[in-house]
């Protein structure tokens, strides 16, 4: 089983719509969740990171659901500036000083006008 | 909003030669880190190094490579003997703690080409 799983889509919705990724994770021990955006070619950027008790950052809410070991994203009335690559990430605790973090493949989002 | 800078922007180097990848981590960030991503495919982790040393690595990160914080600003990623293989966009990041939940922020990459 993969460390991080996504679904890689290409998930095409239309501007407005509301759109959901999840993502797994196979190490129960990892402890902090995620998910950065990435454009074509360019670096991965932080989108928000993943609380227990769930979170939201505008039309952005995250899900954390660790008895599953899964991961959500939702986004509300989609703009087309948010097509983009949604890569959930997980950190897993460090066998040293620093903790070691894993990428999933992403998920690829469309938004057509 | 301070950033994390990576230079050159593109490389293009021939097989079997030696390249050296340059970072300045985001000033009072402790913790950084070298990522590469292989077109198509996903981000890997290849090190992370805090108070002059490496703190993990992964598989990837044989003896052909090595990492050095030459002085108080840059930090760099050199590779040795160069495969085609090594042809990826390389990121550098920094946290300012090397705890689990402190998120990375990344500079815009690096992409090096092996002829």
């Known amino acids: 089983r993969k460390e991080v799983e996504q679904d890689p889509g290409p998930f095409n919705v239309p501007e407005g719509a509301t759109v959901a990724f999840n993502c797994t994770y196979s190490?129960?021990?990892?402890?902090?969740f995620f998910w950065y955006r990435q454009d074509c070619r360019k670096e991965p950027k932080l989108l928000m990171s993943?609380?227990?008790s769930g979170n939201e950052d505008g039309r952005f809410t995250a899900q954390l659901n660790r008895a599953s070991q899964y991961i959500s994203l939702l986004i509300r009335d989609s703009k087309l500036s948010d097509s983009a690559t949604y890569l959930c990430?997980?950190?897993?605790?460090?066998?040293?000083?620093?903790?070691?973090?894993?990428f999933g493949s992403g998920t690829r989002l469309s938004i057509r006008p | 909003e301070p950033e994390v800078t990576q230079t050159p922007s593109h490389q293009v180097t021939q097989m079997g030669q030696e390249v050296i990848l340059r970072c300045v981590p985001i000033?009072?960030?402790?913790?950084f880190y070298w990522y590469r991503q292989i077109l198509g495919q996903k981000v890997e982790f290849l090190v992370s190094?805090?108070?002059?040393?490496?703190?993990?690595k992964s598989e990837i990160f044989d003896d052909q490579f090595s990492v050095e914080r030459p002085d108080g600003s840059n930090f760099t990623l050199k590779i040795r003997s160069t495969k085609l293989e090594d042809s990826a966009m390389y990121f550098c990041?920094?946290?300012?703690?090397?705890?689990?939940?402190?998120?990375?922020?990344f500079g815009d990459g690096t992409r090096l080409s092996i002829l």
């Open positions: 990041a920094s946290s300012e703690w090397g705890q689990v939940n402190q998120p990375q922020h």
């Open positions: 190490n129960s021990a990892s402890q902090s």
């Open positions: 993943v609380y227990s």
């Open positions: 990430v997980v950190n897993i605790p460090p066998g040293s000083s620093a903790s070691k973090i894993i």
């Open positions: 000033s009072n960030h402790l913790y």
């Open positions: 190094f805090y108070n002059n040393e490496i703190s993990e």
